[in-house]
């Protein structure tokens, strides 16, 4: 993987402590800088500080190689400003009328991934900054994937091109 490439991952209102751990052991794998757990998403301290073990089943380990942070709703705005500024390209993952294949996306040295709400997707104040809205085609009958399979196969896609 290109060392200079900096993958900021932003997990929005998941409710899952399962699926956020999954998906720290996925960013884990392909190299993520930093994540953000928004709202309601599960931490991997619980609110006295301590490690979660639902967490830590499905993160195995991971949850303590990459940084992250908790950040209220309120907080989101100033972030992807943040973002933005440092050269950040906003992706969010979501099925939408202005949504493009995520094959159709190109290698970012810069990028931060916006993941949503397992039943609501990504909230649209995530998705009116969003510079483009990825979503991955379902062939099956099914509208969509779990949150953490979707993420990995986001990521996969996006970062692990040799």
Avoid: C, H
Avoid at 111 to 135: C, M, P, R, T
């Amino acid at each position: 993987m290109n060392k200079t490439r900096q993958i900021i991952l932003i997990i929005d209102n998941v409710r899952s402590v399962l699926n956020v751990g999954s998906i720290f052991r996925t960013a884990d794998a392909i190299g993520v800088s930093k994540i953000y757990l928004v709202g309601y998403t599960p931490t991997p301290l619980d609110r006295f500080g301590r490690e979660r073990n639902d967490m830590k089943k499905s993160a195995l380990g991971a949850e303590k190689n990459i940084l992250w942070e908790s950040i209220s709703d309120s907080d989101a705005e100033s972030l992807i400003e943040t973002l933005k500024r440092g050269g950040f390209k906003i992706i969010s993952l979501e099925q939408s009328g202005k949504s493009v294949n995520y094959k159709k996306i190109p290698v970012l040295d810069k990028a931060a991934i916006v993941i949503g709400n397992e039943i609501d997707g990504v909230s649209k104040k995530f998705l009116k900054v969003s510079d483009v809205i990825a979503e991955i085609p379902m062939r099956g009958k099914k509208e969509s994937l779990n949150v953490a399979v979707a993420t990995a196969v986001l990521l996969f896609r996006l970062f692990d091109r040799s």
